[in-house]
């Protein structure tokens, strides 16, 4: 079945460092990709997307570049800030069937820290 | 956007006793919703698929008496902890899509019910 594998944690970064947190999949055909953020005492936000092979997924200074080739969807930030202390979930999901919703498969989250 | 609202987000409650936590989709219509569970420092665990007009479908090891799953329109979906103990103690989570034909986008989450059974 399919799965993701994520970098374990906590990372912690000082405030301004650049950000990868390695995300990378098994899966059949081609599934969409995403990074969710769950703050403390907080559900899942959707970060960033990608529907497809070399399709680039950005948000609030974040990106993740979808690679076929290496199945991965590693996250980035440039330079990271006190406030992107979080938890951060790489999922798939495989293409919606007419009439059918697909289950999220998510890999184990890898919790960041920024200090000062 | 699309917007999911749980509640309650927190609740204490007494070991032997029912609690019920509600997901609603409040600007779109979701035919399914997802439950998951989540433990300290841990990955979400899906426990069922709530489907609208028929019965959950739920994960391996996941106990159907206990977590009772009611999706009674397409708005809203019903987790019920029955005869709690302090083991049930968790983090609960809904989601749910809008079905749009060819849509690949994610999920949108509720903010997530914390559950301390004394």
């Known amino acids: 079945g399919d799965s993701v594998t994520q970098m374990e944690g906590p990372v912690t970064l000082s405030e301004e460092a650049f950000l990868t947190i390695n995300c990378t999949y098994t899966?059949?055909?081609?599934?969409?990709l995403f990074w969710y953020v769950q703050y403390p005492g907080e559900g899942l936000q959707l970060l960033l997307k990608?529907?497809?092979?070399?399709d680039k997924g950005s948000n609030k200074g974040f990106e993740a570049t979808y690679r076929k080739e290496t199945t991965s969807f590693h996250l980035e930030k440039g330079s990271v800030q006190v406030s992107d202390s979080a938890v951060y979930f790489c999922?798939?999901?495989?293409?919606?069937?007419?009439?059918?919703?697909?289950?999220?498969?998510f890999g184990t989250g890898t919790r960041l820290q920024v200090t000062l | 956007g699309a917007v999911v609202s749980q509640h309650p987000s927190w609740v204490i409650c007494k070991s032997g006793t029912s609690v019920k936590i509600e997901c609603r989709s409040l600007?779109?219509?979701?035919?399914?919703m997802f439950w998951y569970r989540q433990f300290p420092k841990q990955s979400l665990m899906l426990m069922a698929t709530?489907?609208?007009?028929?019965?959950?479908?739920?994960e391996q090891g996941v106990e159907k008496d206990k977590f009772l799953i009611n999706h009674a329109s397409l708005t809203l979906s019903t987790l019920t902890v029955t005869s709690a103990h302090p083991e049930d103690s968790s983090f609960y989570i809904c989601?749910?899509?809008?079905?749009?034909?060819?849509?690949?986008?994610?999920?949108?989450f509720g903010s997530g019910t914390r559950l301390t059974v004394v």
């Open positions: 709530s489907n609208e007009g028929s019965k959950a479908t739920y």
């Open positions: 999922a798939l999901i495989q293409p919606l069937n007419t009439g059918t919703a697909s289950k999220l498969t």
């Open positions: 990608a529907t497809k092979a070399d």
């Open positions: 989601s749910a899509r809008e079905i749009w034909t060819g849509s690949n986008y994610g999920y949108t």
């Open positions: 899966a059949t055909g081609y599934p969409s």
């Open positions: 600007d779109f219509q979701a035919t399914t």
